[in-house]
């Protein structure tokens, strides 16, 4: 039984960028009709952004893009136009989820807000995602991944102490946080409809699940008055915790020593001696104490060690111990995420060959996805107005010179 | 009013890395119960505490986590208590764990033999890196599955080595893609004609953080470029942290943005006075290849870093917001508790908490559903609170079955 458990769920997809993709590329992988509506007038910016195949600029060669739109359809249509909108409303009338992570006031703009959609199809799912949610004085506001970072307070509790907030380096709430609640919520809210018929709106504002992340944060203020700031990688529940450096440029080798059995085991690997041999070091509170001098001496011991030789080593001996990967690292040298299957290679039209990322959980009884790369712009436009709405080719042709599909 | 997930019984046995997964169902109406060992969850003494105390009932984790849930302490390694977890079994939807690869099976509790118990159980297995292969036995946390997931060598400054986001984000994000693959797995039981058959889901902390690469993979398949750490300095000019009176502002007016936010960003410049900046509006700065040359970082920086300087963080954000410039603070949570948008959207809920008597204000709804809506938990459970009812309700049903 390889059946895949949204199989005969239909997305009208107005999502674009980070997040919001994201979401419609779980629900996709899985087995979901998922129908991008993309415009060439108003690009999504990720098919003109960088990585490119070969490096050679073009609006079907970004990875950035295409890793986050597998297993979807693209039909392009022109929403500022009345026809371009009449044939969304007659794709919203034929699908089960409706998704956009627009500022709030965009869908409406186009005639395809809630209420709208509701008329046309009454059991519509409609996940809205836009930055900061559909209502309040600051639901206007414009952002990205990196700026709800900052926002929500995930910056300033990553990174050094005595520098600027560091952040994750990445735009990381669209990449989990925010597409994980979304597909979550919509989920939930497909169980709803299928027991009781109701469809609902869905308004994710793209800082609230990374907020939510962040209650441990947020309640020792609330509860201790400690308002927290970032600790570079210090933490109470283990010492040393953190990075040491290793053979190479750029080499590193992650640590958490939770319990005397972990700090003996990495003595005996890094055949330690003198003072950090004193046993008073058994005790966390006398390692947290000499913190600074004890890294210092570690960080000797393990420079000139190959990372992933020392990681063998330490976890042989049952130390928490894991090399720093680089991407090229995870995609090349990892023989765990290469015996899960992490990596698919799939042919895409025009960039050929290339990398995607599988969804990170296995599911019994379910197949291997993703099978489909990401669409060309528009790939299926022609498809999807006839085989899905009956559209003659003669009609898609006069569409398509009145300026309605592009 | 009805609950999405009503009717959804779920058992957790997890510890930090999955907790937040029971927490998504709960608070959408799922009926979960944590199991604990007999002396806790370790999470209940994992730092920091209210008020300090470490009496196992102040963690604040455990007490976020597991608001709203029951307790029951089982040993899952006793004969009794294997078999009251599986009468408690014969009832529920969902088992959580996260476990060691192999214990469940040692302990008589594994998939194949939940199943025998109720065909239809879903069981989300949470492991640093999944049930089987070269790395399953290895020891771990959160920042080791970070390592090796790849998000670590991205975090920290250009010139610093690697740093861990804050808060478990390796353990969160298998939590969060646990929840959202449980769900899925519901779905293809709920919908199956009888007899239905469970689902056993297997989710690798390790693979989770691979998800939070962004485009490096890309950059490495497409392009051959290994992206590096690059906080401390503008990721394209334009992009990037900025010092102001108060904290700090990330601005991100360059990159992947559409070139009227960059345009707007130079525009409010020019309107402020600031020499030079019209410069900025020159044809090659289009171009994201130019945004990262150490020119055009430089030229920005010294356009930009003074102005931002003059002002606070909350002037910065809504003024340049009023010119549709993609600008936020860097808020602590001090300042989030105090954010006019998340107190508009009622954000932020008081939650009992039973040691101290007290309501601790805390993180709300992550999404607003308008038929089913996302409800304030109650408090987490005492050590055991619900031990006798749970158990006494599941053996009243076994007898009366």
């Known amino acids: 039984m390889n059946k895949f458990p949204l199989s005969g769920v239909r997305v009208a997809d107005f999502t674009w960028i980070g997040a919001g993709s994201f979401t419609t590329k779980l629900l996709a992988d899985f087995g979901a009709e998922v129908i991008k509506i993309e415009s060439a ?3 999504d910016s990720l098919r003109v952004s960088r990585p490119f195949k070969d490096g050679v600029e073009g609006v079907n060669r970004s990875g950035y893009f295409s890793d986050r739109n597998s297993s979807k359809q693209s039909i392009t249509l022109n929403l500022k136009h009345s026809e371009g909108q009449a044939l969304a409303r007659r794709l919203i009338s034929v699908s089960d989820v409706v998704a956009n992570n627009f500022t709030p006031g965009t869908m409406e703009k186009f005639g395809l807000g809630y209420d709208a959609v509701r008329e046309i199809r009454p059991d519509a799912i409609y996940l809205a995602m836009s930055m900061q949610g559909a209502r309040g004085p600051d639901s206007s506001y414009l952002g990205y991944g990196l700026t709800i970072g900052a926002l929500t307070g995930l910056q300033h509790v990553s990174g050094l102490p005595d520098r600027e907030p560091a952040g994750t380096g990445t735009n990381y709430p669209d990449h989990i946080p925010n597409p994980c609640h979304a597909a979550f919520a919509t989920l939930a809210a497909l169980r709803h409809r299928r027991r009781t018929g109701e469809g609902q709106y869905i308004d994710v504002a793209q800082t609230e699940p ?29 010492t040393p915790h953190g990075v040491f450096p290793c053979a190479g440029a750029d080499r590193w080798i992650a640590l958490s020593i939770r319990s005397p059995a972990h700090w003996n085991a ?3 690997v890094l055949e330690a001696s003198g003072w950090l041999r ?6 966390a509170e006398q390692r947290r104490e000499s913190r600074l001098e004890i890294e210092s001496a570690i960080q000797r011991l393990t420079r000139e060690r190959d990372a992933n030789v020392l990681m063998a080593q330490l976890q042989a001996q049952g130390v928490p111990a894991g090399t720093v990967r680089t991407a090229r690292d995870i995609v090349e040298d990892d023989p765990q995420l290469r015996h899960r299957g992490h990596w698919v290679t799939l042919d895409h039209p025009e960039m050929g060959n290339s990398l995607y990322n599988a969804p990170p959980f296995r599911i019994s009884e379910t197949g291997v996805t993703p099978s489909r790369p990401a669409p060309l712009l528009g790939q299926h436009t022609d498809e999807v107005l006839h085989g899905l709405l009956g559209l003659g080719a003669d009609e898609i042709a006069r569409l398509r010179k009145d300026g309605a599909l592009r | 009013m009805s609950r999405a997930l009503t009717g959804i019984r779920v058992l957790d046995l997890t510890d930090e890395s999955g907790q937040y997964c ?18 806790g969850s370790s999470v209940r003494h994992r730092g920091p505490f209210i008020d300090g105390r470490d009496d196992g009932e102040h963690g604040i984790a455990f007490t976020y986590f597991n608001a709203g849930k029951h307790g029951v302490c089982l040993d899952l390694d006793s004969v009794q208590g294997r078999e009251e977890f599986l009468r408690l079994v014969a009832n529920a939807d969902v088992v959580i764990e996260s476990e060691k690869p192999g214990k469940m099976v040692a302990r008589g509790i594994s998939y194949d033999q939940l199943k025998r118990i109720n065909p239809a159980i879903v069981m989300t297995s949470i492991t640093p890196f999944g049930q089987t292969g070269p790395y399953a036995e290895f020891e771990s946390d959160d920042i080791v599955c970070l390592a090796l997931g790849g998000m670590l060598h991205l975090g920290g400054y250009h010139d610093s080595y690697p740093i861990a986001a804050g808060g478990n984000q390796a353990y969160l994000a298998a939590a969060q893609f646990a929840a959202v693959a449980t769900l899925l797995a519901i779905h293809s039981v709920e919908e199956a004609r009888e007899p239905r058959q469970g689902r056993h889901i297997d989710v690798s902390v390790q693979e989770c953080v691979v998800m939070g690469m962004e485009n490096a993979i890309q950059f490495y398949d497409l392009e051959g470029v290994v992206r590096r750490r690059e906080a401390g300095q503008q990721r394209w000019a334009g992009t990037g942290v900025f010092d102001c009176i108060d904290g700090q502002v990330y601005v991100m007016a360059g990159g992947i943005v559409p070139a009227r936010f960059r345009e707007a960003n130079v525009h409010w410049l020019i309107d402020e006075g600031v020499e030079g900046a019209a410069q900025m509006l020159d044809p090659r700065w289009a171009s994201q290849d130019f945004q990262t040359t150490e020119e055009a970082r430089r030229i920005f920086h010294d356009l930009f870093a003074p102005f931002a300087r003059q002002h606070t963080k909350e002037w910065l954000y809504h003024e340049g917001q009023s010119r549709r410039i993609p600008i936020c603070p860097v808020n602590t949570p001090a300042d989030l508790l105090g954010n006019r948008q998340l107190n508009a959207r009622g954000h932020f809920v008081d939650v009992q908490h039973t040691a101290s008597g007290k309501a601790f204000r805390m993180p709300g709804a992550p999404y607003m559903l308008s038929a089913t809506p996302w409800k304030a938990p109650g408090p987490a459970p005492l050590l055991g609170e619900h031990s006798r009812q749970v158990l006494a309700r599941a053996a009243g049903t076994e007898a009366a079955g």
């Open chain 1, 41 to 43: 007038d108003r690009l």
């Open chain 2, 22 to 39: 029971g927490k998504l169902l709960c608070d959408l109406g799922a009926d979960v119960t944590l199991v604990e060992p007999p002396n």
């Open chain 1, 210 to 238: 990374t907020i939510a992340l962040l209650g441990p944060t947020i309640l020792q203020y609330t509860a201790n008055g400690i308002d927290a700031s970032r600790t570079g990688n210090e933490r109470q529940h283990a």
């Open chain 1, 278 to 283: 004193d046993s008073r070091f058994n005790c």
């Open chain 1, 266 to 268: 990495l003595l005996d």
